[in-house]
């Protein structure tokens, strides 16, 4: 049988706006109106089409459009000052009593789900919002925790009516080509891929991670070749 195999095209972003894509790919953003000013700032209704994602959103963006925006001095002090307000949150000293902990250790903190930001479809509620605004909190305080979860394939259904009135749910896939995720390397550079028993076979997990502030959030994904069909769903 033949694979097939998607590939996405982005614009080449000019090095004068390269702090975007870094911003975009840090959920910072969502937690500072400024940084969300700033991409809504490039175009209002692009933004709210796609459903104020970053990524998917600054992919959208022309390139024409990008150069005339690495020209626009009140474009640029606008990004000065986010930048320098992200920069900030790195350099903070950590607010928080001390701790039992050392070197490269981490808390762990496992969650089912994860609520950070729509972007990131991997919760239904309020325990997924809960975990979430748990790892802002640990940033803000700069507390060494590393989040673990599960990258859903259908994050979350939409809710409707139908014609007798009854509620349905419908599913949607999730693209992880526009979520803020990156694949997370081992020690020579290569894709990390971990193995868990299962009760009938090992399972494959690949690992991404996400950036939410000061610290970082592991999912783990199945949907891998190796794996049965069981597995990877």
Same mark, same amino acid.
């Given at each position: 049988m033949e694979i097939l195999e998607t590939f996405k095209v982005y614009p080449d972003i000019p090095e004068e706006l390269s702090f975007l894509d870094y911003l975009a790919g840090n959920l910072w953003f969502s937690w500072n109106h400024e940084a969300v000013d700033l991409f809504r700032r490039i175009n209002p209704g692009q933004w709210e089409r $796609?459903?104020?994602?970053?990524?998917?959103?600054? %992919? %959208?963006? %022309?390139?024409?459009?990008?150069? $005339?925006? &690495? =020209?626009?001095? #009140?474009?640029?002090?606008?990004m000065k000052r986010v930048q320098e307000k992200f920069e900030k949150m790195?350099?903070?000293? /950590? +607010?928080?009593?001390?701790?039992?902990?050392?070197?490269?250790?981490?808390?762990? @903190?496992? %969650? =089912?789900? *994860?609520?950070?930001?729509? &972007?990131? /479809?991997? *919760?239904? #509620?309020?325990?997924?919002v809960l975990a979430g605004d748990h790892l802002k909190a640990a940033s803000a305080l700069g507390l060494p925790i590393t989040g673990i979860g599960l990258l859903f394939g259908q994050g979350y259904f939409r809710q409707f009516l139908n014609h007798e009135g009854w509620q349905q749910e419908? @599913?949607?896939?999730?693209?992880? *080509?526009? =979520?803020?995720?990156?694949?997370? $390397?081992?020690?020579?550079?290569? +894709?990390l891929v971990i193995a868990v028993t299962g009760d009938e076979e090992v399972i494959k997990a690949a690992v991404w991670q996400v950036k939410v502030g000061r610290v970082r959030l592991l999912f783990l994904d199945t949907n891998l070749r190796e794996n049965s069909a069981f597995a990877r769903n």
């Amino acid at each position: 049988m033949e694979i097939l195999e998607t590939f996405k095209v982005y614009p080449d972003i000019p090095e004068e706006l390269s702090f975007l894509d870094y911003l975009a790919g840090n959920l910072w953003f969502s937690w500072n109106h400024e940084a969300v000013d700033l991409f809504r700032r490039i175009n209002p209704g692009q933004w709210e089409r $796609k459903k104020r994602n970053p990524v998917a959103f600054l %992919s %959208s963006i %022309s390139q024409r459009q990008f150069e $005339k925006l &690495s =020209m626009d001095a #009140g474009f640029l002090d606008h990004m000065k000052r986010v930048q320098e307000k992200f920069e900030k949150m790195f350099s903070k000293e /950590p +607010d928080y009593l001390n701790l039992e902990i050392e070197g490269r250790e981490t808390i762990a @903190y496992f %969650s =089912m789900e *994860f609520g950070l930001h729509e &972007s990131l /479809p991997c *919760f239904a #509620g309020g325990l997924g919002v809960l975990a979430g605004d748990h790892l802002k909190a640990a940033s803000a305080l700069g507390l060494p925790i590393t989040g673990i979860g599960l990258l859903f394939g259908q994050g979350y259904f939409r809710q409707f009516l139908n014609h007798e009135g009854w509620q349905q749910e419908k @599913y949607f896939e999730n693209d992880i *080509f526009d =979520m803020p995720l990156q694949r997370v $390397k081992d020690r020579f550079n290569n +894709d990390l891929v971990i193995a868990v028993t299962g009760d009938e076979e090992v399972i494959k997990a690949a690992v991404w991670q996400v950036k939410v502030g000061r610290v970082r959030l592991l999912f783990l994904d199945t949907n891998l070749r190796e794996n049965s069909a069981f597995a990877r769903n």
